[in-house]
């Protein structure tokens, strides 16, 4: 199943090589939640694998961007030690243009089209 989720891009890391045949890149993006009294800042790190390492690339820390990502858990054991983990591996990243829409004063004034004589013709048939 996969989610999203829009927020600030805080930081991006390195891509590390954890294996001759594995690497990952993390990133940390700030989504504010609204509750009755307070706002709250959440700061979710993500992680791209493999070839998506490049997607956060294009982006800079203060850009508004739209995360796409999947929920995995993983399951460890060392030592007799169980240990449990979750990622957020990101697969796709767009990016959010939070601008104002177009004022009417910055639109470009309509034009008729050539021939309009602005005299109303009655061609309805009732």
């Known amino acids: 199943m996969g989610f999203d989720v829009t927020g600030k891009l805080i930081v991006k890391f390195d891509t590390v090589q954890k294996s001759e045949s594995f690497k990952t890149r993390e990133f940390v993006v700030e989504t504010t939640e609204e509750i009755p009294g307070k706002t709250i800042n959440n700061f979710l790190k993500f992680q791209t694998t493999q070839d998506k390492t490049s997607l956060i690339e294009r982006f800079q820390p203060g850009e508004t961007i739209k995360v796409h990502f999947n929920l995995r858990g993983s399951k460890w054991e060392k030592n007799g030690q169980t240990s449990y983990f979750t990622n957020l591996d990101a697969w796709r990243i767009e990016s959010v243009n939070?601008?104002?829409?177009?004022?009417?004063?910055?639109?470009?004034?309509f034009q008729p089209e050539a021939g309009y004589s602005g005299e109303q013709v009655d061609d309805l048939p009732f």
């Open 98 to 109: 939070l601008q104002p829409a177009t004022s009417s004063a910055n639109m470009p004034a």
